[in-house]
Structure formats: C-alpha cells, structure tokens
Nanobody, 124 residues
C-alpha cells in the first residue's frame, strides 16, 4: 500500500504563501486521485482540494477557491498545494490523501491512504 509524507508546513504571516508537498511511495501513483484536507483545532477535518490521477481535473472547496492551487508531478510521485493570500482561518494541520475513485469525492471515507499531516500556522 502506498505511503504518503507531507512537508512544507510552517508559520507565515497573513497574506503570505506556502507550498505543501506530499510524496508518495509505490508504482501506481498516477492511478490515484489525490486530495488535501485540513483540520483546525477543535474542528472536524475538512476537504480542501482534489486532483485527478492525470492532473487534468481539479476541484476546490469554496473557502480556498482562487487562493489555493493543487497540482501533481507523476514522474516524481508528488502532489502539491500552493497556498496564496493566506488567512488566519487557514491555520490547521494539512493532510494529503489518495483515492481510487475516479470521480470527485470530498468525504474522508472515500480516501484510502493518508499522510501524517503538516502544520500550517497563519499569524494575523
């Protein structure tokens, strides 16, 4: 089973940018759709963005649309989340996840493999 490792989190001021990376092990990376979720303290984990296996289709939560961009490099088995115009409410642990489903899914139960998460803190 594939393993996922996130990196790139940190502390940034409001209005700043960060790029998260998620490196996957295994030979079938391109067959998985990839998603990013986040979980703020005391809140449930929520969907952020999703990209198809080929990278041709993306889908975003309304709260991040126009500010965040998801992309992937299948040659490097890596998916990225570019986060711009960050707000304090974006503060959370960010998780990447892999899904075998070939259609847009936003629920945690539809993702099969999860990373350990990386902390993003946005100061005001």
């Amino acid at each position: 089973q594939a393993q996922l490792v996130e990196s790139g989190g940190g502390l940034v001021q409001a209005g700043g940018s960060l790029r998260l990376s998620c490196a996957a092990s295994g030979r079938t990376f391109s067959s998985y759709a990839m998603g990013w979720f986040r979980q703020a303290p005391g809140k449930e984990r929520e969907f952020v963005a999703r990209i198809s296996g080929s990278g041709s289709n993306t889908y975003y939560a309304e709260s991040v649309k126009g500010r965040f961009g998801i992309s992937r490099d299948n040659a490097k088995n890596t998916v990225y989340l570019q986060m711009n115009s960050l707000k304090p409410e974006d503060t959370a642990v960010y998780f990447c996840a892999a899904s075998r489903r070939g259609y847009v899914v936003v629920k945690m139960v539809d993702y099969d493999v999860w990373g350990q998460g990386t902390q993003v803190t946005v100061s005001s």
